[in-house]
Nanobody, 115 residues
């Protein structure tokens, strides 16, 4: 059974940084995607960053150059390094995995960017 547990959210001032973590277990690594989505109040959930079977990452235009997605292959933890945070980055951030058996979401972690 796949489990995804996010951590690292919080309150940060504009221009600051946060690093989100997603501890994973049970993923079948073959053809897979791992990434991050976010959902702001009253908005639809949107893709932030995605890596497909370990290939180069893809980013939403709004976060290119500021966010970096990475994976620790030793323990399969997924990270999202967020720099230059803006108030419009405020949202609940969700870890997302698709493997050969299904689609999985974490419980979400709140990121609030405010002075």
């Amino acid at each position: 059974q796949v489990q995804l547990v996010e951590s690292g959210g919080g309150l940060v001032q504009p221009g600051g940084s946060l690093k989100l973590s997603c501890a994973t277990s049970g993923i079948v690594f073959g053809n897979y995607t791992m990434g991050w989505y976010r959902q702001a109040p009253g908005e639809q959930r949107e893709l932030v960053a995605l890596t497909i079977s370990g290939s180069s990452a893809r980013y939403a235009d709004s976060v290119k150059g500021r966010f970096t997605v990475s994976r620790d292959h030793a323990d399969n933890t997924l990270y999202l390094q967020m720099n230059g945070l803006k108030p419009e980055d405020t949202a609940v951030y969700y870890c997302h995995v698709v493997d050969v058996r299904g689609v999985y979401w974490g419980q979400g972690t709140q990121v609030t960017v405010s002075s």
